[in-house]
């Protein structure tokens, strides 16, 4: 019996698609390799949480999930793709938008599937997971890859 390939069975191709339009950058950063992750992970919990306005207080509660999101994108475009890859952080006051794109225009994005452990490939799903809406597109010398957050009203007391 011939072998099959789990990944190529269970992997799924996200529908190519615009963020929403509304959104204005807040913060860009530009990558070339892996260690310049941490900076980014730090100025961007600075850049969500940072001066209280009720756009960015009002996502207080969701920074870890946007973080962790942006290390996965940003760690695969930097190892699958070309550089530089560049992290922008955007808002339309109430949501934030976090893209990631690299300079491999032709690599399609896909859903890992079934996978073995340590194979990697789960970043679109974390996004997906913690995020609110996915998508991605290219341009002529760039593919990236957009994720919503929705903020989230803190808990009731006593709830």
């Known amino acids: 019996m011939p072998h099959r390939d789990d990944r190529t069975d269970s992997d799924e191709r996200l529908v190519p698609s615009s963020p929403p339009p509304e959104y204005v950058t807040v913060r860009r950063w530009k990558l070339s390799t892996a260690q310049e992750i941490t900076q980014v992970r730090r100025e961007l919990r ?3 949480g ?3 306005s009720p756009a960015r207080g009002a ?3 969701v920074p870890e999930r946007m973080i962790l999101v942006a290390s996965e994108l940003a760690a695969n475009a930097v190892e699958h793709g070309r550089p530089p890859t560049i992290v922008t952080l955007g808002s339309d006051g109430a949501r934030n938008l976090l893209e990631v794109a690299d300079h491999d225009p032709r690599s399609i994005p896909v859903l890992a599937g ?3 452990p340590g194979a990697g490939g789960f970043g679109l799903q974390i996004a997906r997971r913690l995020g609110q809406e996915v998508g991605w597109y290219t341009t002529r010398t760039t593919k ?6 929705l903020p989230q009203a803190p808990a009731a ?3």
Not at 144 to 149: A, D, E, G, R
């Open 46 to 48: 600075e850049a969500i």
């Open 50 to 52: 940072g001066d209280g």
């Open 59 to 61: 996502l207080a509660v």
């Open 114 to 116: 079934r996978r073995a």
């Open 144 to 149: 990236h890859i957009w994720v919503t957050f």
């Open 157 to 159: 007391a006593g709830a």
